[in-house]
T-cell receptor, first 110, second 113 residues
Framework: KNEVEQSPQNLTAQEGEFITINCSYS?????LHWLQQHPGGGIVSLFM???GKKKHGRLIATINIQEKHSSLHITASHPRDSAVYIC????????????FGKGTLLTVNP | DAGVIQSPRHEVTEMGQEVTLRCKPI?????LFWYRQTMMRGLELLIY????????DSGMPEDRFSAKMPNASFSTLKIQPSEPRDSAVYFC???????????FGPGTRLTVL
């Protein structure tokens, strides 16, 4: 069983819809990353968080350490948001151990 | 700053050949990571350097893989000898520290025939 589970695996939405992608993990972590991978393959870091909530433009990331769960929200979705969204957890202490989820493929139709 | 630079962008080689992938990180960003991405396994961390020193290489698949960071502005990932199962996209990423956001290079798509 993967230590990091994302849901849904695939998500199709209409432009303007509110999107939520979930990430659950089973280990103690020091930080959680949300990454976006464009159709061309490039990877961009969206958020790194260890508690609470962060917001950047139309993107919001939340984390609940007690429940070992994080969500990525996209408000007023747009076709350019179509990408794979990947959750990754840093569970290392003195070592560095980054475990990735399998990703959520988001398609936003105009 | 041009961001993280990787070369080559594409590499096609034959089984048994040595492959060297290169990464030029962002100046002043002291944490460097090498990742591999395949359809089957997704993204995997191979090795993490901090201040040019390898901190964790437990993700390096086997002795055929080696990575170096001789100075703050250059890192290499070498595969010798290469095998078809090494075919993947290899990303280099860079951060100020392990606890900051990471900046990814464009990746090197490696095909081993």
């Amino acid at each position: 069983k993967n230590e990091v589970e994302q849901s849904p695996q695939n998500l199709t939405a209409q432009e303007g819809e509110f999107i939520t992608i979930n990430c659950s993990y089973s280990v103690g972590i020091s930080a959680l990353h949300w990454l976006q991978q464009h159709p061309g393959g490039g990877i961009v870091s969206l958020f790194m968080l260890s508690s609470g909530k962060k917001k950047h433009g139309r993107l919001i990331a939340t984390i609940n350490i007690q429940e070992k769960h994080s969500s990525l929200h996209i408000t007023a979705s747009h076709p350019r948001d179509s990408a794979v969204y990947i959750c990754a957890v840093d569970s290392g202490g003195s070592n560095y151990k980054l475990t990735f989820g399998k990703g959520t493929l988001l398609t936003v139709n105009p | 700053d041009a961001g993280v630079i990787q070369s080559p962008r594409h590499e096609v080689t034959e089984m048994g050949q040595e492959v060297t992938l290169r990464c030029k990180p962002i100046s002043g960003h002291n944490s460097l990571f090498w990742y591999r991405q395949t359809m089957m396994r997704g993204l995997e961390l191979l090795i993490y350097f901090n201040n040019n020193v390898p901190i964790d290489d437990s993700g390096m698949p086997e002795d055929r893989f080696s990575a170096k960071m001789p100075n703050a502005s250059f890192s290499t990932l070498k595969i010798q000898p290469s095998e078809p199962r090494d075919s993947a996209v290899y990303f280099c990423a860079n951060a100020k520290t392990r606890y900051n956001e990471q900046f990814f290079g464009p990746g090197t798509r490696l095909t081993v025939l």
